[in-house]
């Protein structure tokens, strides 16, 4: 069975429409809810195991929209309310039908934060902190944590079966080390939150910086996420589609999007 990456939320941490604004971003995914984008994160479906990477705030909404009944494994990005917000609701699903703890993989720099967020999910999990350059393997694909640069420690994914994807939610560049790792990749996945102006350069990429590191890694197909849509300047979908039609190999993300690896 092929392994499949399903990109469950596209939006930056505020998400699509964010209930506050009145932009013509916002309303165009208000009058066209499949354009809505909902916090950042993925499932694989490997053939044998459900991993999640990031639990969204929006999680709960993402596992029901899509149907997903079972996850076996989390991997957190990094500790930033949009990527953990939705731990929380895994707590039902162990203690009232899985009955078994589920496999978490932490950040090392936030298991004391963890800690203190949640006692109440120590026995929901099995904690674990990721490390960079492991190679956790399920089913017929290998899962490798890279350096990201972003305002703190934060892994990008990288995942290995009959093709490699990359998936770097929240990035400014990469560093050396992850781009010579990537350099070919078939699919680069990365941070796009800033239309305009990027007012976090050390943290975030804008469209052009993430079409950019696509074209500098030589990688087959860029897929622009974690897009707050309106940050420096509101655009919308059409508009935005519109403009990437000059670039053969950038297209947007959306919620529910699938590459099969
Ligand atoms: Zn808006
Ligand atoms: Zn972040
Ligand atoms: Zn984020």
């Given at each position: 069975m092929a392994v499949a990456f399903k990109i469950l939320g596209t939006g930056a941490g505020p998400g699509i429409p964010s209930y506050y604004c009145d932009c013509i971003s916002c309303n165009e995914a208000r009058e066209n809810p499949c354009l809505a984008r909902t916090r950042s994160g993925a499932v694989v479906n490997t053939g044998k195991e459900t991993v999640l990477i990031d639990a969204s705030a929006d999680m709960r909404a993402q596992l029901v929209r899509e149907d997903i009944r079972h996850v076996d494994v989390v991997f957190i990005s990094h500790w930033h309310y949009d990527h953990f917000g939705g731990l929380g609701d895994l707590e039902y699903y162990v203690r009232l039908y899985r009955k078994e703890k589920i496999k978490l993989f932490l950040p090392p720099d936030?298991?004391?934060?963890?800690?203190?967020?949640?006692p109440f999910l120590l026995d929901v999990f099995?904690?674990?902190?990721?490390?960079?350059?492991?190679?956790?393997?399920?089913?017929?694909?290998?899962?490798?944590?890279?350096?990201?640069?972003?305002?703190?420690?934060?892994?990008?994914?990288?995942?290995?079966?009959?093709?490699?994807?990359?998936?770097?939610?929240?990035?400014?560049?990469?560093?050396?080390?992850?781009?010579?790792?990537?350099?070919?990749?078939?699919?680069?996945?990365?941070?796009?939150?800033?239309?305009?102006?990027?007012?976090?350069?050390?943290?975030?990429?804008?469209?052009?910086?993430?079409?950019?590191?696509?074209?500098?890694?030589?990688?087959?197909?860029?897929?622009?996420?974690?897009?707050?849509?309106?940050?420096?300047?509101?655009?919308?979908?059409?508009?935005?589609?519109?403009?990437?039609?000059?670039?053969?190999?950038?297209?947007?993300?959306?919620?529910?999007?699938?590459?099969?690896?």
């Open positions: 936030a298991l004391e934060e963890f800690e203190a967020a949640y099995d904690i674990a902190l990721w490390q960079f350059g492991e190679k956790y393997t399920f089913g017929e694909c290998d899962l490798i944590p890279l350096p990201a640069n972003h305002s703190r420690q934060t892994a990008g994914f990288v995942l290995e079966a009959k093709q490699r994807l990359a998936y770097f939610t929240d990035t400014a560049g990469l560093p050396e080390e992850t781009a010579a790792r990537i350099r070919g990749i078939d699919y680069l996945i990365c941070d796009a939150t800033f239309y305009k102006d990027n007012w976090y350069p050390h943290s975030h990429q804008s469209v052009a910086q993430a079409i950019q590191l696509g074209q500098d890694l030589n990688a087959q197909s860029t897929i622009l996420t974690h897009m707050a849509m309106h940050y420096s300047e509101p655009v919308t979908v059409a508009q935005l589609t519109e403009q990437l039609q000059a670039y053969s190999s950038a297209v947007l993300a959306y919620d529910g999007m699938v590459i099969t690896l």
